[in-house]
């Protein structure tokens, strides 16, 4: 069975399905089964000669001249993967119109990268080169730069292995291994870039001592429900997937959010006394939204003319109660007054001297033409509102400014009473603020949140329930509004589940994509269960550790239909 690749024409398929999706990167067009000439998304040779007997050999220009580490680059065709284990993947793709040697394909993740390799059955002192795809599984980008070492340990500990200073071209390192020694062993793929460092290990991996002990593969037709797409498609597009995980998947009760600062994180900054308020310093001026942070000096107060009735009555008892406390010390000394008068002077020197702190006069009482009463922050955060304008007279506990502290608000939502009982308990909250695309989830934002009982508003009678919501980047302003979604501690199973972003609506049934290899995926259509509008339990159809794909599912499904239209399988 000839395989040949699958690729989008744009003006092929633009009528039929480029109008409502813009596509820009794929394309499929109508193929010649005896002769076909495949401009391809990254234009990279994909020469698919193989030994066998073809009627026609078939050329894959790529733009950027790459070949896959195919035919004349890599001495073999481009494998077949075969579903598989989602976490590591070993399988053989055969190829022509009859029996040939094993091509194995794998495909493996680390919590950091994803490995897709395709090479030949390793023969003892033959060369074999091996096409190994590396991928970032943060943002599921090509590695670009860096060094690649392929170890093959054997069962008796004997170790080869060769490097690669860089890869060949971007994403993809070709190095060329001849094993010396024969038998089970254990293959390590190291890779060191600025932006990664992983290492993969592959079990039970064989080296064969010739090539007649090399096992032969029956021909197997392609698999009709199996979807090619070529890693340099992914690295181009918003690709992404994750696996189906078990998870608690509650249901979610529908309400409106606002974010609103705690009663702890405001605070009104008083004047300290009366007088003529001052900007703290006329060359660095503050306003309103600046930062500031505990401690710091805003304001100051400058005496006015009721000075004689304020403060300097307070510098006066401070430098009194300082002189009487020096005398009955030195009394003391000389047995002359009791420790209890001496105490008494002390405590209230010390509760004047507290005050004289307090407004910013300590080491200027001596000098009262330098007294000045200082406000200063009482927490960090931001300078929300300024109530005076420089040279206004102010009253000792009039209002200067007001200060909050965006790092942690609280998130208040609102739900009619019919969607919620008075006594069901939220254990968690789904919500996005207007204008943002993403959705988050409460308890991934920092601390867990505290299960809480909804309570009867003043305001609207709506049941209303409050969390607190730590917000360190400060992505979140308070009196923005949010859609949200309650989850309620139902006492709900845990099951499979997949995100939300992974599935799709097609002729009123959900579909999800499965990438079963590296390049290879399949169309599954699950049977699906409660939602929390971020994950969904899958009671079907997905098993958990499958992967899905969540960004770029459009693009599949364009492969998938151009598949249909050609008349084959996995095109390859």
Known sequence: ?????????????????????????????????????????HDHDHDHTHDDDHDHEHDHPHPHGDDHGHADEHDHPHPH????????????????????????????????????????????????????HLTRTSDFTPITSGSLVVRVISERGETYSVREEAPARPGIFLPVVEVPFSGQTRMEIEVASPRLE??????????????????????????P???????????????????????????????????????????????????????????????TGAAVTEGQLLFAVVPDSEWETGPAR????????????????????????????VEVARVRFETLQTAVERLGWDGLMEDASKLRAEAKAPISGILREVFIVPGQRV????????????????????TPASRLSANETIADVVFQPTGDPRRYRLSELGEPPVPSTPLVGSDDNLPTVRFRLDNPDRRFLAGTRATA?????????????????????????????????????????????????????????????????????????????????????HVH
């Open 1 to 41: 069975m000839r395989r040949i690749h699958l690729f989008i024409n744009r003006t092929y398929l633009k009528p039929v399905i480029l109008a409502g999706i813009g596509l820009a990167l794929l394309g499929c067009g109508p193929h010649d089964h005896h002769d076909h000439d495949h401009p391809h998304l």
């Open 81 to 132: 993967p075969h579903p598989h284990e989602p976490s590591e993947h070993a399988e053989a793709a055969a190829h022509g119109d009859h029996d040939h040697a094993h091509e194995v394909v794998v495909t493996r993740y680390t919590d950091r990268s994803e490995l897709f390799m395709e090479r030949e059955e390793l023969v003892t002192g033959t060369p074999v080169r091996l096409v190994i």
């Open 198 to 223: 992983d290492l993969h290990r592959l079990e039970d991996v064989t080296v064969y001592a010739s090539a007649s002990e090399v096992p032969h593969a029956p021909h197997e037709d392609d698999d």
């Open 225 to 287: 429900d199996t979807i090619s797409f070529l890693k340099e498609q992914q690295w181009q597009i918003e690709f992404a997937n994750e696996p189906a995980a078990v998870r608690r998947v509650r249901q979610a009760i529908p309400a409106a959010v606002t974010f609103r600062y705690p009663t702890g994180g405001q605070s009104i900054l008083p004047a300290p006394s009366a007088g003529i308020v001052r900007l703290a310093s006329a060359e660095n001026p503050i306003e």
């Open 314 to 341: 307070l510098r006066e008892d401070y430098l009194l109660a300082r002189s009487e406390l020096d005398r009955v010390r030195r009394l003391q000394e000389q047995d002359a007054v009791s420790a209890r008068r």
């Open 395 to 414: 009253a000792a506990g009039d209002p200067l400014a007001k200060l909050v502290d965006p790092d942690c608000l609280i998130l208040e939502a609102r």
């Open 485 to 569: 979604y309650l989850l309620a501690d139902d006492g709900s199973e845990e099951g499979v589940a997949i995100p939300v972003s992974a599935i799709h609506e097609e002729d009123g049934l959900p579909v999800v994509y499965v990438q079963t290899g590296g390049e290879s995926f399949e169309k599954r259509t699950p049977r699906l269960g409660t939602s929390d509008c971020v994950f969904t339990r899958v009671l079907s159809g997905i098993e958990a550790g499958e992967r899905v794909v969540t960004e770029g599912g459009a693009f599949i499904r364009l492969a998938s239909l151009a598949t249909t239209e050609m008349g084959h399988g």
